[in-house]
């Protein structure tokens, strides 16, 4: 008995999936969306190792040289715990609820929400400013926006209602609205996606210091499912590498009040205990979630934001990657660089993943990412029928 309907019943199989086929290839490119995002600046007390005092690196207890950076005394140094102010997701304009952050971006840490989007879409961003005292901003890379979404102040002509975005008060709520036109999107010779930053800019300096930034994720169009995942890529993982100035944060006063009231804020040796060489916020080995497969299609988005100090060369154990049609297991980042890599890694374990830089290794920018065998997937899906 046929299984087919009619009118189709008259035609072989053959045909029909051939005409499925041609349905699905000229099918419209998925529609633009206007996608919004709610997002507020807050204080947390960040630890950028979690671990202390044992170092995950090497399973044993830190020694004196992780010590300038994370030994904390009551006295003369802050230690591994600051205050710092960044962005999180709501679920909604009530700003009540943060918005659960999956597994899959547990390892953002510090870094705000991915804003996502595909090319032809509009983005909306509520802000709110939920700190106590400091003026916020978001201003974007990389996508369209007029003056009144660019979220820097400066002589630029602008009055009135093209000035509000420049400061968002505390308790403030400010709608910025981004395009993403072609030019926003990736180029041909881009992969499906790419990234760009986005950071509070009232003083740029200072706001990212003290922790307000996060990515932008944006893919050609018809690149993204229904559910929002970017199609013929299994995982994505991005990682902002900076050193973070705390003596340049707006929390400078607080953290010394609290954690070192006994000490100069001019001291070199408690200056440099402050510069936090970090990768999502944490420093030895504290980066957690980059967890994959064998065999998968992983995206590495990498980003650098800082001075002169953060020129960092991201460098993989164990695996290699593509970067621009190139090979590498080593790439380049300057200050604000955006760079999309793609791995499929073919070799499971744990395996280093650190800046190469000899001054930032010893300061703490090191991480670990594991592969897990592609067999355990396979034994899996023998046993229950699924993965
Ligand atoms: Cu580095």
Redesign the pocket.
Known sequence: MSTFDPPFRFLPRPALLLGAFILLSFAPPSRAELRTYYIAAEEVLWDYAPSYPVDPMHGTEFGDKEKVFLEGNEKDRIGHRYYKTHFVEYTDAAFATPKPRGPEWLHLGLLGPVIRGSVGDTIKVVLKNKTDNLPVSLHPHGLFYRKNSEGTHYNDGTLGADKADDHVAPGQIYTYTWEVPERAGPAPEDQSSIVWLYHSHVDETADTNTGLVGPIIISRKGELDAKGKLRGIDREFVVL?S?FDENKSLLLEKNMEEFAPRIDPDDAEFQESNRM?AMNGYVYGNLPGLTMREGEKVRWYQLALGTEV????PHWHGNTLTSDGHRIDVLNLLPATHATVDMTPDNPGVWMYH???ND?IEAG?MAAYTVLPKSDKVAAKGKTGKQ
């Open positions: 590498f050193v060489h953060d020129l960092h060369t800046c190469h830089v930032h920018m």
